[in-house]
């Protein structure tokens, strides 16, 4: 006598992803990660630069506060390029343009010299410093941005001789380029003696 034996298949009623549905869902992850990692790389690199120029303009601005102070409570502006190791007196009330600008500071400050360069081997904008007739002391007042690069600067001395009726002023131009973006920038202002000389 024979038997018939019958096996059932059991059908699992367990779903899976097939190999299609797989390689979609992984490219799909792909390009999103790839535009997120691309705007992250995107804001951190205008973070830094906007932090550059933050950081450039903060400094600037310092050192021209300090150049503004000595000016508006200094007295006996002239201007010209001479020696750095003199301050002599006989140049002063010397009306004109330069790079340079000398004055006498107040609160024994002594004499002062400001001077700017463009040259790109020293401190855009540096200072000098002689008081009771010692060697003068120069202090760097800008200095160390390699992003900046400076085309034009100019101290404009009018009124520094006291019998021309005409009250002491110093026009200051800075103009740049900053190199990580090749932006424009210029730097300007007009200080006038704070004591009053006119006759």
Do not use: C, W
Request: glycine share 6%; no cysteine.
């Amino acid at each position: 006598m024979k038997y018939l034996i019958t096996t059932k298949k059991k059908i699992s009623t367990e779903k899976g992803f097939t190999l299609i549905e797989i390689m979609v869902s992984i490219s799909i992850f792909t390009i999103i990660m790839v535009s997120g990692i691309g705007a992250l790389l995107t804001i951190t690199r205008s973070y830094q630069a906007s932090r550059d120029i933050s950081t450039l303009s903060n400094s600037i601005h310092f050192a021209f506060d300090s150049l503004v102070r000595d000016i508006r409570i200094g007295d006996s502006y002239y201007s010209g390029s001479f020696s750095a190791s003199t301050f002599p007196d006989e140049y002063r009330f010397n009306d004109g343009i330069s790079t340079v600008i000398n004055l006498i500071g107040s609160n024994q400050r002594g004499h002062l010299r400001y001077t700017f360069d463009t040259s790109g081997d020293e401190p855009i904008l540096k200072r000098y410093q002689a008081v009771d007739g010692q060697p003068p002391t120069d202090y760097p007042m800008l200095t160390g941005f390699d992003n900046i690069d400076v085309t034009n600067t100019l101290f404009r001395v009018v009124g520094s001789d006291p019998a021309d009726n005409i009250q002491p002023s110093v026009f200051i131009y800075l103009r740049g380029i900053n190199t990580d973006d090749n932006s424009d920038f210029i730097i300007q202002t007009f200080v006038s003696q704070r004591s009053f000389d006119i006759q």
